[in-house]
Each structure stands twice: as structure tokens, then as C-alpha cells.
């Protein structure tokens, strides 16, 4: 369809690069990030170019390149790009424009990431109240908020909070899209490994064991979604103490991450994270060393020294090496 368009009304066409975007889209629904950033660029290119860097397609665009970042665990760069969106759609559209929430939420998910997790809070619960005032509680952009919420106040131990505010999220989503929709799974998952952090971990095992297959029917076995739902629910096994068994499973997660999001995404050092935790569970304590000091490594260059992630890993390194140092 867009080479069909770019021949016929040409390549900077306003339906071409409608056309485009929704390519790019789609390809960030199939977990292919890197495909999705590089077409949101190269619409963004044209869109400033013809429209102008303040024009809301062109906003949308450069939007869409701040998700794909996000999407790529370039977490610094795409808070730099959503602080930027927000800004102009502020000043532009005004405060409570639909896309002006929906930035601001978008910033929060960035700042989450980044693990700035008091100012992301302080973020959405700004753009939830908003939303829910001008877009309704249950529309979809809320929800989405919701959820990001959600996440910021489990990283701060707010579990009782977190897991009200997810089992809302979970129960609309399912009402308005199923309980096996693509946008429901990945919520699910969410609420899911919260009970697991929370110390309920059968209760989490058992809804998880229903997500995975269902992650991998409706978004395949390689998605990145689908392999944080595998992840997830190793991590609610391993917790009552089949470390052996998910060391396994760990390691065959990590090597799909790392064929999917390339070897120095976040997500591939939960990974590691987690095959370090099992190898120490099992006392082989030099190849726990191992992956603990490439946790580390890895954390600090993607997401910073002093990112709550990375001090996990720098203690965990630490406690190992002092296991070693005591035998």
C-alpha cells in the first residue's frame, strides 16, 4: 500500500505518510522496534520538513520515535523526546488536549523506566486526573495511564495502592476488549508478577501459567510482551525455590531477548539478573559471578549507575564475591 501511494500521489503525500505511520505501528505491535523507530524517523523527516515542527502530525511523529525509543530501552533519550512533545502540545493545544495527556503520560513511562519513580507518580496521577475528567476513567488512554501508575507505585513498595489501581485496569480492559486482547494480556502479566512480588506466589504461578499461552497465540512466541510473561512467571516459580528448573528457563528467555532486542536491552539483564540469582540459589557461585558482573555492567551503561536496577545488581555481585571470599 505505500509504495502503491508514494507512486501514485508521491512519497510526501499527507495519506502517504498517514500510511507510513500506521506501518510503523504496526511493526511496533509485532515487537520489530528498531523497524518501527527507523519509519516513525522518516516520516517525522518529511512531516517537518512540509508541515512544520510545531504541526500535531508532526508532533505525533516525533511521539511515535520517543515510544520506539522506550520500546528499545533507550530510556534517556525518549524522556529528552517526550519532555520536548510535551512542551509543544502544551503550549500549542493546551493542557488538557487529549495528545497533550497522552504526552505526559508518555513522559511518566520514561521517567519509570529511568527509575525516577516519585516524579513519575507525581506525573500520572496529574495526567490520570485530568483524563479521567476530560476522556472518562475507562477510555483507553486512561487505562494505559492507570497502568503506568500502577507500575510507578509498585517500584515505591506500594503494593496494596498498585495492585487496586491494576485490578481496575485489568477488569475495564477485559469488559471492553476480552481477556485475551493483546492490550489485556500485558496487564494481566503486570498484576500478576505483582502478587508475586507481594509473596503470593502460587497465586500469581497459576494466573501466569494461563497468560503465557495466550501471549504466545495472539502475539507469538518471540514478542517481547510474550517473553516478559515467560518471565514473569519463572520468576513467581523460582521464588518457591525450583531454582534448576528456571535457571533453564531463564537462559532460554535470555537467549530469545537477545535475538529479539539485541544483547544490550534491558530486558536481556533481567534476564542475566535472574540466571545469577538461580546459580547462586544452586551454590555455583563462579558462573553466579559471572552473570552478576554482566548484570551489572549492562545496567550501568543502559540505564546509569545509580538507576535502582543497577545497585540490585552491584549488591548482588557484592554478595556473591563475599560468598567466594568466605569459603
Not at 170 to 183: F, K, M, T, W, Y
Request: charged letters at 30%; a neutral charge.
Amino acid at each position: 500500500m505505500v509504495a502503491v501511494l508514494e507512486r501514485e500521489l508521491g512519497p510526501e503525500h499527507r495519506e502517504t505518510m498517514g500510511n507510513r505511520t500506521n506501518l510503523a505501528i504496526t511493526l511496533w505491535a509485532m515487537g520489530r522496534n528498531a523497524d518501527a523507530e527507523k519509519e516513525h524517523r522518516a516520516v517525522l523527516t518529511v512531516r517537518e520538513r512540509v508541515l512544520g515542527a510545531e504541526h500535531p502530525d508532526t508532533l505525533e511523529s516525533r511521539g511515535s520515535v520517543a515510544i520506539a525509543l522506550s520500546a528499545l530501552g533507550k530510556y534517556a533519550e525518549a524522556e529528552q523526546e517526550h519532555r520536548a512533545v510535551l512542551a509543544v502540545r502544551e503550549r500549542v493545544l493546551g493542557a488538557e488536549h487529549p495528545d497533550t495527556l497522552q504526552s505526559r503520560g508518555n513522559l511518566a513511562s520514561a521517567l519509570r523506566a529511568l527509575g525516577k519513580y516519585a516524579e513519575a507518580e507525581k506525573e500520572l496521577r496529574a495526567a490520570v486526573a485530568a483524563q479521567e475528567r476530560v476522556l472518562g476513567r475507562e477510555h483507553a488512554d486512561t487505562l494505559v495511564s492507570r497502568g503506568i501508575l500502577a507500575n510507578a507505585l509498585r517500584a515505591q513498595g506500594k503494593y496494596a495502592e498498585a495492585e487496586k489501581e491494576l485490578q481496575a485496569v485489568v477488569a475495564a480492559q477485559e469488559r471492553a476488549l476480552g481477556v485475551e486482547h493483546p492490550d489485556t494480556l500485558p496487564s494481566r502479566s503486570n498484576l500478576a508478577d505483582l502478587m508475586n512480588e507481594a509473596g503470593r506466589h502460587r497465586e500469581a504461578e497459576a494466573e501466569l501459567r494461563q497468560i503465557v499461552p495466550l501471549c504466545e497465540r495472539a502475539l507469538g512466541a518471540k514478542h517481547p510482551n510474550t517473553l516478559l510473561c515467560r518471565n514473569n512467571l519463572a520468576e513467581a516459580v523460582q521464588a518457591q525455590g525450583q531454582w534448576a528448573e528456571m535457571e533453564a528457563q531463564h537462559r532460554a528467555i535470555l537467549a530469545l531477548r537477545e535475538e529479539a532486542l539485541g544483547a544490550k536491552h534491558p530486558h536481556v539483564f533481567y534476564s542475566s539478573y535472574n540466571i545469577a540469582l538461580c546459580l547462586e540459589a544452586q551454590k555455583k557461585l563462579p558462573e553466579a559471578l559471572e552473570f552478576a558482573r554482566r548484570t551489572e555492567a549492562g545496567r550501568k551503561q543502559a540505564l546509569g549507575p545509580e538507576h535502582p536496577d543497577t545497585r540490585k545488581a552491584r549488591t548482588l555481585r557484592e554478595r556473591i564475591e563475599a560468598a567466594i571470599g568466605g569459603k
